[in-house]
């Protein structure tokens, strides 16, 4: 709603009546988005009418989202900015054979991993109001026969708090893992025997997901404290995790990354079941369509869906791998040349992806 104020204020007018017809102004402007006219509806921040425009744990309107990844300045022989990891091609084959997988726990170091994972799930679930149905998510049951609670309802506003405020922090493990490690070969002077490169990639590859995010939507000032708080807690616990059990740390990273297949599993099926219209037929932005090299006519969000839960399985799987190995000895298996090329051994595709990770026998 528009309100317009038409006053004559004279030119000896005091300063007390300025100061009152600006209160006035701004009461009116309150009460108009109190009002539901112009105003921020939950998450969801409509383009004001008057006033500045405020976000909390909000977005703004796609026509008023700033360019987040502009341009180089001063850079007039610069065409592009490529990647400097470039993402393997997966086909769409591959992609849908994805699935949802859980490793048996086998030891203490397990234990505690999963018990980690299951009790932040469990609090990120209860404060965004989520209710993951996992039979859905499995292809146990149709997503239409899903049930519907008003409260733990998604729509494409969710999903977007949800993986937004997921990939902000998902980049974490790989960045503090190949920095320990970077750190450690530089201090004895060893090899690291291929974990770095691998590690610093991974972190590469989740914070392109978040990139790709942020060109749909603009988070608000209180979802950026809620994710400085929650990468600095983040940070500094798996720093320290990381020094004293390097095995336990993949071994949690395989366990959150099996949530995030599950999780990306469910926002597919919603989009299958039409419960995410606005997503149907949405375009994937051009920063994904070039870094995942998606071919013409795959180029849906349900298509972007796919190549990110392809992404999180491959995580899954090399983490999983990481922690059956002995991180102070063995190579990297993923970035390792074999003795015999025509047996099924981890690479950096998903042709071979084995979603419990490999065993130590079958690599080393």
Request: hydrophobic letters at 40%.
């Amino acid at each position: 709603m528009y309100v317009a104020i038409q006053t004559t204020v004279p030119p000896l007018a005091s300063k007390n009546g300025a100061v009152k017809l600006a209160l006035l102004a701004q009461s009116l402007c309150r009460t108009s988005r109190l009002s539901g006219h112009s105003s921020s509806i939950g998450f969801l921040h409509m383009q004001p009418q008057c006033g500045s425009s405020r976000r909390s744990f909000a977005f703004t309107a796609r026509t008023q989202l700033k360019e987040y990844f502009p341009p180089p300045a001063n850079a007039p022989n610069i065409k592009l900015t490529g990647p400097a990891w470039h993402h393997p091609v997966y086909t769409e084959e591959q992609m849908r054979a994805i699935n949802v997988a859980h490793r048996e726990t086998k030891t203490w170091s397990d234990w505690v991993a999963l018990g980690m994972v299951r009790l932040l799930r469990f609090g990120m679930d209860t404060a965004t109001f989520y209710r993951h149905d996992h039979e859905v998510a499995v292809g146990h049951k149709h997503p239409k026969d899903a049930i519907k609670r008003t409260r733990f309802a998604m729509n494409e506003r969710k999903w977007l708090v949800r993986c937004l405020f997921l990939e902000s922090v998902a980049g974490v493990p790989g960045m503090v893992g190949g920095m320990l490690r970077h750190l450690h070969s530089l201090r004895r002077m060893k090899r690291d025997n291929g974990w770095i490169e691998t590690l610093l990639e991974e972190a590469y590859n989740e914070r392109m997901h978040l990139l790709t995010f942020m060109k749909m939507a603009e988070p608000g000032w209180f979802m950026k404290i809620m994710i400085l708080g929650a990468q600095g807690v983040f940070f500094n616990g798996m720093f320290f995790s990381y020094l004293i059990s390097p095995r336990t740390c993949h071994r949690f990273v395989g366990y959150l990354e099996e949530e995030a297949v599950l999780t990306y599993s469910r926002c597919i099926a919603d989009i299958d079941a039409g419960r995410l219209p606005k997503w149907e037929k949405l375009e994937a932005p051009e920063i994904a369509v070039r870094y995942w090299n998606m071919p013409e006519g795959h180029r849906t969000m349900r298509d972007l869906l796919l190549y990110i839960r392809a992404d999180e399985a491959k995580h899954r799987e090399v983490n999983h791998t990481l922690g059956n190995l002995d991180p102070h000895v063995d190579p990297n298996p993923f970035v390792s040349e074999y003795k015999e090329p025509d047996k099924p051994h981890p690479s950096k595709g998903i042709e071979n992806i084995k979603p419990t990770g490999w065993e130590r026998n079958e690599v080393i």
